[in-house]
């Protein structure tokens, strides 16, 4: 069985084509700067395939089904397709970011789901219209195909009302549906998976925390594998310091901004959200830079680093007291997997919690999970690569399979 995966952004496409017998890749790529003058196309055939190879080019792609059309002609072509034709793909899987109250679980693409899905397009306008004009699309494309949507919130469906909801008057939840959805859930439901079984442990019988640091940043609390609270909020500003985001401060500050300076409301908003974060207090939003300016003196950087490392720290500290007993801490992603300085200093002085990282083993590069504690740690700190496509992909198959 062959599934490919799509993941449609307002100016960008990326896709992965896998096959389910070996739960390998055969292909990815991306599709950016669709709707610019000029945009670019990068696809891979992966290892394990008769045709291995790595292609870069400019071309236009005016719009998301210019996008689609690139994407058909890299899978297929003689050059550098892995597939004869888009009729050996079995089922397509898509990410969407936010499913809102309407969808707790992944579900079958069709008319209705569309017109529901656009029907919440206020919770994440950006995202959202995007995600769906992919869906869209591939639903004109591939109309036989058979098509899943994977909800990036859905794994943060079973936080408990006192965890999920805002202490603000309750006809804005019930009206509005303001409230803590989550993201990111995909990354932190494949590596609660993989962390239980690393442990040789039954999921449901495991206390996590999952700890995803990229550019984007967000934190779960994992009880019985089941997610009791995570730090993103309504919309992905919320939570942890993150490359160019803030993260969580003190509402009242987008009032002062507004009557304090020429910013209207939606540039407080994009402040917040592009402006912000490492980027806001050195300049930097890339980690790797970041550390490169730390190593050159950079007094602001260092900060940034620091207030980074804490607030993961913190978290780390109120997700242990939630949870009463942890049995690892998961890190994950870009940053999470690569980044030896930035767990050692989540981690360092926890030792009161049972987490206790052994300094060689936390340096030590290899692929694969790892555990980077110390023999006498009570709780494990694992490092495990995180992989959203195998995920969504493994869902697609089991929806429709049925």
């Avoid at 969580?248 to 987008?254: C, L, N």
Wanted: proline share 4%; aromatic share 6%.
């Amino acid at each position: 069985m062959k599934i490919l995966v799509i993941n449609s952004g307002s100016s960008s496409l990326k896709y992965q084509l896998l096959d389910m017998e070996t739960e390998a890749a055969l292909a990815s790529g991306v599709v950016e700067r669709i709707g610019d003058p000029m945009g670019g196309a990068s696809h891979k055939s992966h290892p394990g395939t008769d045709r291995e190879q790595k292609h870069s080019e400019q071309l236009p792609v005016p719009d998301h089904g210019a996008a689609m059309q690139i994407m058909i002609d890299k899978l297929t072509g003689k050059d550098l397709g892995v597939i004869a034709s888009m009729e050996e793909v079995d089922a397509i899987g898509h990410r969407v970011v936010q499913g809102g109250e309407l969808f707790a679980a992944p579900v079958r693409v069709t008319k209705k789901v569309i017109d529901d899905l656009w029907s919440i397009q206020s919770l994440a306008p950006v995202h959202h219209s995007a995600n769906m004009t992919g869906i869209e699309v591939a639903w004109e494309l591939f109309p036989n195909t058979p098509a899943v949507i994977v909800f990036d919130n859905e794994f943060h469906q079973t936080m408990p009302k006192k965890a999920f909801l805002y202490p603000l008057p309750m006809e804005f939840y019930t009206r509005l549906k303001i409230r803590r959805y989550g993201f990111h859930g995909t990354s932190h439901k494949y590596v609660s998976k993989a962390a239980a079984r690393f442990l040789n442990k039954p999921l449901d019988q495991s206390n996590l925390i999952t700890v995803h640091l990229g550019n984007g940043c967000s934190m779960a609390a994992i009880r019985n594998g089941k997610c009791v609270d995570t730090t993103m909020g309504l919309t992905p500003l919320a939570g942890l310091m993150m490359g160019t985001r803030s993260g969580d401060i003190d509402p009242s500050i987008h009032a002062y901004l507004a009557d304090n300076t020429d910013l209207d409301p939606r540039e407080v908003d994009t402040l917040l959200n592009k402006k912000s974060g490492m980027f806001g207090i050195c300049g930097l939003s890339d980690m790797r830079d970041v550390h490169a300016a730390r190593e050159k003196g950079d007094e602001n950087a260092q900060l940034a680093f620091d207030m980074f490392a804490y607030r993961v720290k913190k978290t780390l500290g109120a997700y242990a007291a939630i949870l009463g007993s942890v049995d690892a801490v998961v890190f994950t992603a870009g940053i999470g997997e690569n980044d030896d300085a930035v767990r050692a200093a989540a981690c360092d002085g926890l030792s009161l919690l049972g987490i206790s990282v052994d300094p060689e083993l936390n340096a030590t590069r290899s692929p694969g999970i790892r555990a980077i504690h110390t023999s006498g740690s009570a709780v494990s700190v694992l490092v495990i690569p995180t992989n959203e496509e195998l995920e969504i992909a493994q869902t697609t198959r089991a929806i429709v399979a049925g």
